[in-house]
């Protein structure tokens, strides 16, 4: 036998298994003394040679395992039961308001089985999500209480870890959360301002960027509308408690608010829409994080920390840039929210936009960084328009000097003319600049529109300085508008399916802006001097309403049932257009012809053309004709123009 714990093999027998024997031997081993192998027989250790004793080595047994830390037992238990506790409270909240509740339904035979308490928060098995249940409306009167969905959500197999989230709630599975990353990193291009790294791990996001990793997963399950509702019912409950309870600021907040507000159209409902409001939280988000302040030099011994990332006097570092596209996201954002509202805006293009712009074009961190600078461009152009021509007014716009107004819509004429021929070809193969820069040019001549006749008294007066109402130039204003929404529409009609199926809210919000100003021409305008018939040929607003709205009705027809309906709202709404402008034009009031209202859009469209309080009242199995017969009765009624507000207040854009 050997002193290194094995078994040496005889030339009698030999065998396959070694075992594996104790270091000291028996004798040794009593004694408490060391057992050092003899020089002279290497079966036997010098205590046992010079006692004349048998050295015996028995087998080692492993060591049993050590018992588990009462601190993490009780760590433990205290986890299992935060959660059980947590499902106690959801179900007595959710039965509180039921007087009556609905007899469980029996266990299915394929249930599988609970999760294990056993097992440890590293190994979590996926959950399996079942279809939630909801309320039905009531009979009340009180609009709003029956707006906001009223769920049963059934909580199969919760994850107890100490994340509280989605998942951990048994919301959404551990692989519905992946599928829905996967799908975000998908359409994350659409708005190139939030980015998930390409290495960076569901757990890692859950961890990291709770708020983000909520607004992610909600605005990539609209296949799964019951889904997504629910989880958008939490992401509004979480925005709550962090910003208005715990008075949060972070990093993380303001990424989710920018990702919710870029997907609103998923959640869109006029009696809780609040789209202006969250543009506006963000930038006082903005404002309270330091990021609209230049870069400066740190005080000696400050290190910047995760939360102010910007705070930085080196080059910056991914952390940095991150926080410097969100902070320029905060500003395209807001800016193309308030210009679909005409309401103003309080992020102004600065300095300090300029140099965080050329500060990521620089650094190229992210595949879509490069796109940016143009993005951010675009929207500096029109936020100079609306600055040059108050768009955004509530009041009457004065009357506009005809000199004035003419050179400045040349000038921005001659900037649109340098960014076509400056940007390079490939940005031009992205839709959605393409499509903003024409929708720009729309924007630019609409000035055309803001003109009101003066009174009898100044005919004579207007004759020595002409004023924009009776100019030429405004006759040219009102051509080069047209055209640019029929090349707007002409280009959004030649795109591929799958290209407006992932146009996101300010996208959405260009096309009815466009149809608005085409209805514009098509049901008259104030210009004394221009053929109307004439203009609305040119308009041509039947063709494209029905081209539109073709569109979207093949879009609805080839999508999954389940999925969000947002896009069976907007086929309906140019539907229901379609056939106002048809009355319109076949039958005008003795009031005066309506007019598509396009400083008005809530009002003119979507809050006039879809009810959607109606429709949240409707059964998920309601035919065709009771939609079109629902929106065209209500069309029909609040389209009237003895209806339309006389003092041109502006109404808050819901979609």
């Known amino acids: 036998?050997?002193?290194?714990?094995?078994?040496?093999?005889?030339?009698?027998?030999?065998?396959?298994?070694?075992?594996?024997?104790?270091?000291?031997?028996?004798?040794?081993?009593?004694?408490?003394?060391?057992?050092?192998?003899?020089?002279?027989?290497?079966?036997?250790?010098?205590?046992?040679?010079?006692?004349?004793?048998?050295?015996?080595?028995?087998?080692?047994?492993?060591?049993?395992?050590?018992?588990?830390?009462?601190?993490?037992?009780?760590?433990?238990?205290?986890?299992?039961?935060?959660?059980?506790?947590?499902?106690?409270?959801?179900?007595?909240?959710?039965?509180?308001?039921?007087?009556?509740?609905?007899?469980?339904?029996?266990?299915?035979?394929?249930?599988?089985?609970?999760?294990?308490?056993?097992?440890?928060?590293?190994?979590?098995?996926?959950?399996?999500?079942?279809?939630?249940?909801?309320?039905?409306?009531?009979?009340?009167?009180?609009?709003?209480?029956?707006?906001?969905?009223?769920?049963?959500?059934?909580?199969?197999?919760?994850?107890?870890?100490?994340?509280?989230?989605?998942?951990?709630?048994?919301?959404?599975?551990?692989?519905?959360?992946?599928?829905?990353?996967?799908?975000?990193?998908?359409?994350?291009?659409?708005?190139?301002?939030?980015?998930?790294?390409?290495?960076?791990?569901?757990?890692?996001?859950?961890?990291?960027?709770?708020?983000?990793?909520?607004?992610?997963?909600?605005?990539?399950?609209?296949?799964?509308?019951?889904?997504?509702?629910?989880?958008?019912?939490?992401?509004?409950?979480n925005l709550s408690r962090r910003i208005l309870v715990n008075g949060e600021k972070s990093l993380d907040l303001l990424q989710g608010i920018l990702v919710y507000l870029t997907w609103y159209h998923f959640y869109f409902h006029p009696d809780r829409e609040q789209i202006y409001q969250l543009s506006q939280m963000a930038v006082s988000m903005t404002v309270?994080?330091?990021?609209?302040?230049?870069?400066?030099?740190?005080?000696?011994?400050?290190?910047?920390?995760?939360?102010?990332?910007?705070?930085?006097?080196?080059?910056?570092?991914?952390?940095?840039?991150?926080?410097?596209?969100?902070?320029?996201?905060?500003?395209?954002?807001?800016?193309?929210?308030?210009?679909?509202?005409?309401?103003?805006?309080?992020?102004?293009?600065?300095?300090?936009?300029?140099?965080?712009?050329?500060?990521?074009?620089?650094?190229?961190?992210?595949?879509?960084?490069?796109?940016?600078?143009?993005?951010?461009?675009?929207?500096q152009v029109s936020e100079e328009v609306n600055q040059a021509f108050n768009y955004d007014s509530n009041a009457h716009l004065p009357q506009l000097d005809s000199v004035r107004t003419e050179i400045l819509g040349r000038a921005f004429e001659q900037q649109l003319d340098h960014i076509e021929a400056s940007f390079p070809p490939e940005v031009w193969d992205n839709i959605q600049i393409k499509l903003s820069f024409y929708n720009l040019r729309i924007y630019v001549n609409e000035v055309g529109f803001h003109a009101t006749a003066p009174p009898e008294p100044d005919l004579l007066s207007s004759l020595s300085a002409p004023l924009w109402y009776h100019s030429i130039a405004r006759n040219d204003c009102l051509m080069r508008c047209l055209k640019a929404t029929k090349t707007y529409l002409d280009q959004f009609l030649a795109l591929p399916d799958s290209v407006i199926s992932s146009m996101v809210t300010f996208d959405l919000l260009q096309l009815v802006y466009a149809v608005l100003i085409l209805g514009s021409f098509s049901s008259g305008f104030d210009a004394p001097t221009i053929d109307q018939e004439q203009v609305r040929q040119l308009a041509n607003m039947d063709y494209y309403l029905n081209a539109v709205s073709a569109r979207f009705a093949r879009l609805v027809s080839i999508q999954d049932p389940a999925a969000n309906s947002y896009k069976h709202h907007m086929n309906t709404l140019f539907q229901t257009s379609k056939q106002w402008y048809i009355q319109m034009v076949t039958d005008p009031t003795p009031s005066g012809s309506p007019r598509f209202i396009f400083k008005d859009i809530i009002g003119t469209i979507t809050g006039r053309c879809a009810d959607f309080s109606t429709v949240c009242e409707m059964s998920e199995a309601a035919s065709e004709d009771q939609w079109t017969e629902m929106l065209s009765e209500w069309a029909a009624s609040s389209l009237d123009p003895s209806l339309i507000a006389t003092d041109s207040t502006l109404i808050q854009f819901q979609a």
């Open 288 to 379: 309270d994080l330091g990021m609209d302040k230049p870069i400066r030099q740190a005080q000696t011994g400050f290190v910047a920390s995760d939360v102010l990332p910007f705070l930085s006097h080196s080059r910056p570092s991914p952390g940095e840039i991150e926080a410097m596209r969100a902070y320029l996201g905060c500003y395209f954002l807001t800016s193309s929210i308030c210009q679909g509202l005409r309401k103003p805006s309080n992020m102004k293009h600065t300095q300090r936009v300029k140099t965080c712009t050329q500060t990521i074009a620089d650094a190229a961190v992210a595949e879509s960084d490069h796109l940016i600078p143009y993005l951010i461009r675009i929207r």
């Open 1 to 237: 036998m050997d002193f290194d714990g094995h078994v040496m093999a005889s030339d009698e027998a030999v065998t396959s298994k070694r075992l594996k024997l104790r270091r000291s031997c028996e004798s040794c081993r009593g004694s408490k003394g060391r057992c050092i192998p003899s020089p002279d027989d290497s079966h036997r250790c010098l205590r046992c040679v010079k006692e004349g004793k048998p050295c015996v080595f028995l087998e080692a047994k492993p060591r049993p395992k050590r018992a588990k830390n009462s601190r993490v037992r009780v760590a433990e238990m205290e986890e299992k039961l935060e959660g059980l506790l947590a499902l106690v409270a959801a179900n007595a909240a959710n039965q509180s308001g039921v007087n009556e509740a609905p007899a469980p339904a029996p266990a299915s035979a394929t249930q599988p089985p609970p999760v294990s308490h056993g097992l440890s928060t590293m190994s979590m098995p996926d959950t399996i999500i079942t279809d939630f249940t909801y309320d039905t409306p009531s009979s009340s009167s009180h609009q709003s209480e029956q707006s906001i969905p009223q769920q049963h959500p059934v909580f199969v197999y919760p994850i107890f870890d100490n994340l509280q989230d989605a998942i951990s709630k048994g919301f959404i599975s551990l692989s519905q959360a992946e599928d829905a990353l996967r799908v975000y990193r998908s359409k994350q291009k659409a708005f190139p301002f939030v980015v998930l790294p390409p290495n960076i791990s569901l757990d890692s996001l859950r961890r990291q960027r709770p708020f983000l990793f909520l607004a992610v997963i909600c605005c990539a399950t609209e296949h799964n509308y019951k889904l997504q509702q629910h989880i958008e019912l939490e992401l509004r409950e």
